[in-house]
């Protein structure tokens, strides 16, 4: 139904309004490993991800983003999702899994979800490059 794809499950709204490990502020006052910055060539907006990694695990994460409502409820999701998780673990939550989670994203802003997942990889790929 067209109006259905103007609704935010209460889950989005709840990451939205309430987005869990976003920096607040400079990056210095958090301790990472690695970081992974990416950009949405659908509409521009980019985004940052944190990660402090020990025994190849993530045991903690920050973000940030010029994203929408969508993106800040995807990576906020996804933030949550992947600590203590191994990094190949976190690697498979990928936008479909995010999207899931969050009990769906009006299918326009399903690109919003591929942030998140994509900036994770991107701080992992560097993690692992040692750069
Ligand atoms: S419109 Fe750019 S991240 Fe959602």
């Known amino acids: 139904m067209e109006n259905q794809d ?3 499950s209460n889950i989005v709204k709840d990451h939205f309004l309430n987005p869990r490990n976003f920096l607040f502020g400079d990056e210095k006052q958090f301790e990472f490993d690695a970081v ?3 950009g949405n060539p659908i509409c521009g907006d980019q985004m940052r991800m944190y990660i402090k990694v020990s025994d190849d695990r993530i045991v903690d994460v920050r973000w ?3 994203g929408c409502a969508s993106a800040i409820a995807s990576t906020s999701a996804l933030s949550e999702l992947v600590k203590g998780k191994t990094l190949d673990e976190a690697l498979k ?17 399903f690109h919003c979800s591929v942030l998140g997942h994509e900036a ?11 750069s």
């Open 6 to 8: 103007w609704v935010y």
């Open 93 to 109: 939550i990928d936008a479909k899994a995010i999207d899931d989670y969050l009990g769906n994203l009006p299918k326009h802003k």
């Open 120 to 130: 994770l990889a991107e701080a992992i790929k560097k993690y692992r490059d040692g």
């Open 64 to 66: 940030k983003t010029y």
């Open 36 to 38: 992974g910055t990416v």
